[in-house]
């Protein structure tokens, strides 16, 4: 791990932090938030699972919808990290989406 962290373009280090944050089961926290939530995921989302299970970007924003109960979703094209991969669209959803918030 160190060893690929090392090499910029290595994503060990990032893929380290993700499994094991991801790796929990927030499900139950998630449903407590009652702002609007809006869900965002890239059309091309890669799963990192504990179980080697893969997981479609439709299926992981139904996940995420069934658990926060004042949400929205979107899915806009990229991967991951959508500010950066998709600046213009993410930015036009998210500006679509806050005037619905009271």
Same mark, same amino acid.
């Given at each position: 791990?160190?060893?690929?962290?090392?090499? /910029?373009? /290595?994503?060990?280090?990032? @893929?380290? @932090?993700?499994?094991?944050?991801?790796?929990?089961? *927030?499900?139950?926290? !998630?449903?407590?938030?009652?702002?609007?939530?809006?869900?965002?995921?890239?059309?091309?989302?890669?799963?990192?699972?504990?179980?080697?299970?893969?997981?479609?970007?439709?299926?992981?924003?139904?996940?995420?919808?069934?658990?926060?109960?004042?949400?929205?979703?979107?899915?806009?094209?990229?991967?991951?990290?959508?500010?950066?991969?998709?600046?213009?669209? *993410?930015?036009?959803?998210?500006?679509? @989406?806050?005037?619905? !918030?009271?």
């Amino acid at each position: 791990m160190e060893k690929g962290a090392k090499n /910029s373009q /290595s994503q060990y280090a990032v @893929f380290s @932090f993700l499994a094991g944050f991801w790796r929990q089961d *927030f499900s139950q926290a !998630i449903a407590q938030i009652y702002q609007p939530t809006l869900v965002l995921v890239g059309s091309q989302a890669s799963t990192i699972s504990k179980t080697n299970k893969t997981e479609t970007p439709e299926q992981r924003m139904k996940t995420y919808l069934k658990y926060l109960p004042q949400a929205k979703g979107n899915q806009i094209s990229g991967r991951n990290v959508l500010p950066y991969e998709s600046t213009r669209e *993410f930015v036009q959803v998210v500006s679509e @989406f806050l005037p619905t !918030i009271n």
